[in-house]
């Protein structure tokens, strides 16, 4: 039997800064406070200034993994590809994630844009099935729109409106 070869469509490459910006936001929270109650403990003199400066790098250095190398570890591993009779998704840089959807089990398509996916012009296209649901992140505007209504197409999915 023949190995599958991967799927060869690419999110857009706009994704990167909005998983940057997306980490950046979730990342300033938590540095404020780390770095706050870190010069509290360090001003009432609880610990070690070394140890707090320790920990406050350590935070600082995790954050900004989140913020620049990952995204792009992230974006450079996921594929996709939408076939006659099954979607095939590829993601993941630690863990590679294989998953193959048959247009029969998909019940239902949705594109979704949060804000930040508004700002910069993309969309993600949401499959579901009995199971639960798969996503497909960061796709042009345009390119999600025509991907839900081709997968809705192949997997019979009808329009109730």
Sequence with gaps: MATRPPPSERLDPRALTVW??????????????VLTVGYGIYRLDLLPGWLVLTAAIVVVLLAGLG???????????WRYEIGDADVDLQHGWWTVTRTLIP????QHVDTRRGPLQRRFGLASVILFTAAGSSEIPALADEVA????DRIAALANVVDEL
Excluded at 20 to 33: C, D, E, H, K, S
């Design 145 to 148: 729109a025509s991907t839900r």
């Design 20 to 33: 940057r910006l997306g980490g950046l936001l979730t990342a300033m929270p938590i540095v404020f406070v």
């Design 103 to 106: 247009m029969s089990r998909i």
């Design 67 to 77: 913020i620049w190398p990952i995204p792009d570890l992230v974006w450079r591993q």
